[in-house]
């Protein structure tokens, strides 16, 4: 049974920074790519950005480049999304998701597996 559960998330003040992780469990993450979604109150989910299986490739939402990074340790079976000078508009719900496949994608339908999310505030 995969199991992806994040951490790390909670309230910031705007220009603030959070560090969000992503254990997976019941998967073979070494070789799953992995990506962060978000979903603001009223809106369509969101592709944050993707890692491929051994961090050679990254992808990120426009909005947030050079503001966000993400990262993996393969041996901890972690994906982390490190996200600095956050906005109001970066408040959401944020959730990881695991492919069968270790290449990136932006598409949420390619994503076989997801966490139940962790709520990010960002307060002006």
């Known amino acids: 049974q995969v199991q992806l559960v994040e951490s790390g998330g909670g309230l910031v003040q705007a220009g603030g920074s959070l560090g969000l992780s992503c254990a997976a469990s019941?998967?073979?993450?070494?070789?799953?790519?992995m990506g962060w979604f978000r979903q603001a109150s009223g809106k369509e989910r969101e592709f944050v950005g993707a890692?491929?299986?051994?961090?050679?490739?990254?992808q990120y939402l426009d909005s947030v480049k050079g503001r966000f990074t993400i990262s993996r340790d393969n041996a901890k079976n972690t994906v982390y999304l490190q996200m600095n000078s956050l906005k109001p508009e970066d408040t959401a719900v944020y959730s990881c998701?695991?492919?069968?496949?270790?290449?990136?994608?932006?598409?949420?339908?390619?994503?076989?597996?997801w966490g139940q999310g962790t709520q990010v505030t960002v307060s002006s």
């Open positions: 019941g998967l073979t993450f070494s070789t799953s790519a």
């Open positions: 998701a695991a492919q069968n496949s270790p290449f990136t994608t932006r598409d949420p339908k390619y994503y076989d597996y």
């Open positions: 890692i491929s299986w051994n961090g050679g490739t990254t």
